[in-house]
């Protein structure tokens, strides 16, 4: 495992709090060396408001029960082996590691496409280099994406994607040729000397062109299918493989306590902003079923998950853990959420003043009626902004406008995320409510994870939001 987000921090303090019995848990950190891998999991993850539950029931034994329980490997999972250089542990680790649990990713979704390519998707062939060398391997459980379907609408099966299918039709993907496109790439650029955030720049166009060139709209959702194809077709049969695709993970609902995020991630960064005041519309159909699930509820999910397929060998089995099938909310019903909090709970400016915002939210439910809104609003031509979509759409050059560049990463933000608030798709969950089926009611008590008991607006106004404003915020 790789602490490269907060779901693996939400994972490792569930085992702690709940399976203390465990015999070993072998954390994967990157980091120059030992100490600083120690630093990084102490400031990181232990640290963080996150454990104070088990901090109060464990008290001044905690550090030597989490030393016990706990081994940290430095280690990247986009290098062959982890990168891991000490055989002895490697060994180690072979012989004893019976359940690897991957969340290892690069969530951005405006990336330099080498640096997500060797994660989320070479990273996944070493994970299965690693099962496959394994002694006693009984499961895989890897964290996708529902956004791995890209920007289809309807109903989009919890089905698995074949070697080389692509979301334009041409099925004509071979994942070998992107590892090569990227690093000629590199080279091109290195040949043009081209200074490290021209190459920034450049990897993170070329990511999206090469993303869209087989109907992705961005690198993120592309190097996770084929992450995931990776693990399909090179996986040793015996292991059983479980893939966790959440949909948008907001806040904690009940574990360790309601309210904890880390960072500000997808709609987060929308509310917030429209908490300061600085945006009045919505780029997204009113009536679109916005699929979000609670942290917890995707940590207890696996967990269940892989009590469920342990003993499965020759098995693969995908998840969607969101909400649009069970229990949908609509994009109007949130936004009526953040207006009413943020008039009720004003955020406060830096003189400490309540910051005002409108009484109502502006919709734009499509591409060209955001375009005539940023038209008429900076007073640019549409025919010029119509231009710069194109670009950052097709051509993949540098965009150089008149215009500032505020505005200019406002129309690379929309090309990057518009899809996912316009394209209206809900996520079939018929294999995640058949696992809930399975496991023991004793059980569900420990592992909930029913989204259709969620009120999402008593969700949103007292628990996601004043999260956010505790915790995001202040980081």
């Not at 001044?60 to 891991?84: A, R």
Request: glycine share 6%; hydrophobic share 40%.
């Amino acid at each position: 495992m790789e602490n490269e987000n907060s779901m693996i921090s939400i994972f490792v303090e569930k085992i702690l709090r709940v399976q203390p019995n465990i015999k070993k848990l072998f954390l994967l950190i990157r980091a120059s060396d030992p100490n600083m891998a120690l630093h990084r999991f102490h400031s990181e993850v232990i640290d963080k408001d996150l454990f104070r539950v088990i901090k109060e029931k464990y008290g001044e034994k905690l550090y030597s029960f989490i030393s016990e329980k706990i081994t940290v490997v430095v280690g990247d999972v986009s290098l062959e082996n982890f990168g891991v250089t000490d055989i002895i542990l490697l060994n180690e680790m072979r012989k004893q590691v019976d359940v690897i649990v991957n969340c290892a990713a690069n969530t951005k979704f405006d990336e330099r496409f080498d640096v997500v390519l060797a994660v989320n998707t070479l990273g996944s062939k070493h994970v299965s280099n690693f099962v496959n060398e394994g002694f006693n391997m009984k499961l895989l459980l890897h964290v996708s994406t529902v956004f791995i379907s890209g920007e289809k609408p309807g109903i989009i099966l919890e089905r698995p994607l074949k070697m080389g299918e692509t979301l334009n039709g041409k099925n004509d993907l071979n994942i070998r040729e992107e590892k090569n496109a990227a690093q000629e790439r590199l080279r091109q650029l290195e040949v043009e000397k081209a200074d490290e955030e021209a190459v920034s720049s450049a990897m993170k166009d070329f990511g999206i062109q090469r993303a869209q060139l087989h109907g992705w709209p961005n690198a993120y959702p592309f190097t996770k299918a084929m992450g995931e194809m990776l693990l399909l077709e090179g996986l040793r049969k015996d292991v059983p493989l479980v893939i966790v695709r959440p949909s948008i993970v907001t806040c904690t609902y009940q574990e360790p306590f309601p309210g904890w995020v880390e960072g500000i991630k997808g709609i987060d960064g929308y509310i917030i902003a429209y908490g300061r005041g600085r945006i009045s519309y919505f780029l997204g159909d009113p009536l679109k079923a916005i699929d979000i699930i609670p942290a917890d509820m995707v940590v207890n999910a696996m967990f269940v998950a892989m009590v469920a397929h342990i003993n499965q060998p020759f098995s693969n089995t995908i998840y969607h853990v969101g909400s649009s099938m069970s229990n949908p909310f609509t994009v109007s019903r949130l936004t009526n959420c953040i207006l009413d909090y943020f008039t009720k709970h004003p955020l406060k400016n830096k003189q400490g003043n309540p910051i005002k915002i409108g009484n109502k939210v502006k919709f734009l439910s499509s591409m060209s009626s955001f375009y005539r809104y940023m038209a008429i609003r900076y007073m640019i031509p549409l025919k010029v902004l119509e231009y710069a979509n194109l670009i950052l759409g097709g051509a993949f050059t540098t965009l150089y406008l008149d215009v500032d560049r505020k505005i200019k990463t406002t129309l690379r933000f929309v090309k990057l995320f518009g899809s996912y608030v316009l394209v209206h798709c809900t996520y079939d969950d018929t294999n995640l409510r058949k696992l809930r089926g399975m496991a023991d009611l004793n059980e569900m008590g420990t592992f909930f994870f029913d989204p259709e008991s969620l009120n999402w607006e008593d969700y949103f106004m007292n628990i996601h939001i004043p999260g956010l404003v505790k915790y995001a915020i202040k980081q």
